[in-house]
């Protein structure tokens, strides 16, 4: 028997990234050497100390109960720390921090706990699906926030209409930026916080690419705004800064109310994160910068090289200062479904097409630099020869 799926399901895009592996499963199938330019998951592995960490604690029997409750106090002691080091950022650990079954867990679940029927999420297009898909699942209504290259791919606060703020109970913000890779300085956080404090809104801003920079200029957090944890959280993960993404771990930190209402979702609906995975976390986050430096220069040789060759097919995108994306204009006025299937059948490379991350993403495709540097030279060679 086929059963109907809810409405809330029907109300969604096709989940992007399932889309795309299918067409991949089926160009390998056929015999196609293809170069994966498309998911954001690092290739490199996680570092063996944090695997260590995982081993060691998973032989203990007391970890393997359930975690319950808003994660390890050592894991959020560990979490305000490296707040602390990393933003200047005082975090209580007690109040201010929720674990989270990787940051997507959490991002997808705030609206239920903040976010009323008919209430309204302001949602940034192109973006992270997951913001849109929580809303609806929450029953809000997003309000697409246009991210143009005209305004450096930030949202441009102003525009948004006042019966849309009206009913507006939450942003959200991403900086570093998936799929733009554009950065938020203070200044636009600035901005964010009066603008929240003006119309009543929770801010949570997406901050999971903070530690992935290039020429050592390190992103600021959102924390680090006078007045920013009145109003809002940050969401992080160790996916990408320790190539964790199979881990699922990642937390919240902030603003207590906020925090306190994603924690009591969890409650009902998960049992946290397992305990050896809160202690990989912990060495993760106490180890030294020499580790995350080593992963920035593999990203920043990548970076050079494949800016570098793009540059010379002449196509349209700025260099990324943070992140592991390029956000490429279609060089030839096809859709961008159309330029990323040709893509893929003349060429075997895989890139994401940019409808996939909301109406403003249209006219764009998504590359990662999560091949290593012979794949990109081969990528480059088969682009080059591109009709
Ligand atoms: C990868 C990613 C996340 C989710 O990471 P987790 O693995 O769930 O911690 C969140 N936001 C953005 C913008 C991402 O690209």
Excluded at 8 to 17: A, D
Excluded at 172 to 182: E, G, H, K, L, Q
Excluded at 278 to 293: H, M, N, R
Aim: include cysteine.
């Amino acid at each position: 028997m086929e059963f109907n799926q809810a409405d809330r399901l029907k109300k969604l895009p096709p989940y992007l990234f399932i889309e795309i592996d299918k067409k991949k499963k089926a160009a390998i199938e056929k015999g196609v050497d293809i170069i994966s330019l498309g998911i954001g998951d690092p290739d490199l592995p996680t570092p063996d100390f944090i695997i260590e960490a995982l081993y060691k604690a998973a032989k203990d029997k007391a970890n393997h109960q359930y975690p319950l409750g808003s994660g390890l106090p050592q894991f959020r002691k560990a979490i305000a720390d490296w707040y602390k080091r990393r933003f200047n950022v005082d975090i209580d650990p007690a109040t201010e921090v929720v674990a989270l079954i990787g940051s997507k867990e959490g991002i997808g679940h705030l609206p239920l706990g903040v976010i009323n029927p008919g209430d309204v999420v302001l949602v940034p297009s192109p973006g992270y699906p997951v913001y849109n898909a929580g809303t609806l699942f929450a029953g809000g209504e997003p309000y697409f926030m246009p991210l143009l290259e005209k305004n450096k791919f930030l949202p441009d606060l102003d525009a948004i209409p006042a019966d849309m703020l009206k009913r507006a109970k939450l942003i959200w913000t991403n900086s570093p930026n998936n799929p733009t890779s554009a950065l938020a300085g203070k200044d636009f956080y600035v901005k964010v916080v009066e603008f929240a404090k003006k119309h009543n809104l929770i801010v949570a801003n997406d901050a999971a690419y903070t530690e992935m920079y290039y020429d050592g200029k390190k992103p600021v957090s959102y924390l680090e705004i006078p007045g920013a944890k009145e109003v809002g959280v940050e969401f992080h993960s160790l996916s990408k800064t320790f190539n964790m993404t199979g881990w699922r771990v990642g937390f919240a930190v902030g603003n207590k109310s906020v925090i306190k209402a994603l924690a009591e979702v969890k409650g009902n609906l998960d049992s946290g994160v397992f305990n050896p995975i809160q202690y990989a976390g912990i060495a993760a986050l106490e180890a030294p910068d020499s580790v995350t430096d080593t992963l920035r220069k593999i990203y920043q040789e990548r970076r050079d090289i494949f800016t570098a060759g793009l540059k010379k097919l002449g196509w349209h995108f700025q260099v990324p200062e943070a992140a592991f994306y390029l956000w490429i204009k279609v060089p030839n006025g096809m859709s961008s479904a159309d330029w990323c299937g040709k893509l893929l059948e003349e060429a075997g490379i895989v890139a994401t097409p940019g409808n996939g991350f909301g109406p403003d993403g249209e006219g764009y495709f998504r590359m990662t630099l999560t091949v290593d540097k012979a794949r990109l030279e081969e990528a480059l060679q088969r682009l080059g020869k591109l009709k």
